[in-house]
Nanobody, 114 residues
C-alpha cells in the first residue's frame, strides 16, 4: 500500500502562483511514475503532469510553459509549481503514484479567481 498526502492548494488571483506538494509513504518501489491530475466540476479527471523516478516529464498542452513538475526521490515527494494561473485551472488536484498499481491522494482544491 502507498499513502499520498497533498498540500498547497488554495485561492489565488489570476496570474498568481501556487505550489503543490505530495508526499508518498508506505511500500514505495522504483522505477515509478508520480504525477498530478485535476478534476473540475462536471468534467472528467485529466492529466496535468507526470514525472518518472528517472526525471522524465510529461505535461498537458494546457499547462506547458506555466507549470513545472519536480520530485525529490529521497523524500518520495513530488511538487507542482503553478505559475500564471488562469480561472480555467480551477479544479481539485489529485496526486498519483504508479508502479504496478495506481494510488491516489485525497485531492486539494485550487481556485483561481478572475
Amino acid at each position: 500500500q502507498v499513502q499520498l498526502v497533498e498540500s498547497g492548494g488554495g485561492l489565488v488571483q489570476a496570474g498568481g502562483s501556487l505550489r503543490l506538494s505530495c508526499a508518498a509513504s508506505g511500500s514505495i518501489s522504483r522505477p515509478n511514475v508520480m504525477g498530478w491530475y485535476r478534476q473540475a466540476p462536471g468534467k472528467q479527471r485529466e492529466l496535468v503532469a507526470t514525472i518518472s523516478s528517472g526525471g522524465s516529464t510529461n505535461y498537458a498542452d494546457s499547462v506547458k510553459g506555466r507549470f513545472t513538475i519536480s520530485r525529490d526521490n529521497a523524500k518520495n515527494t513530488v511538487y507542482l509549481q503553478m505559475n500564471s494561473l488562469k480561472p480555467e485551472d480551477t479544479a481539485v488536484y489529485f496526486c498519483n503514484y504508479r508502479f504496478s498499481n495506481a494510488y491516489w491522494g485525497q485531492g486539494t482544491q485550487v481556485t483561481v479567481s478572475s
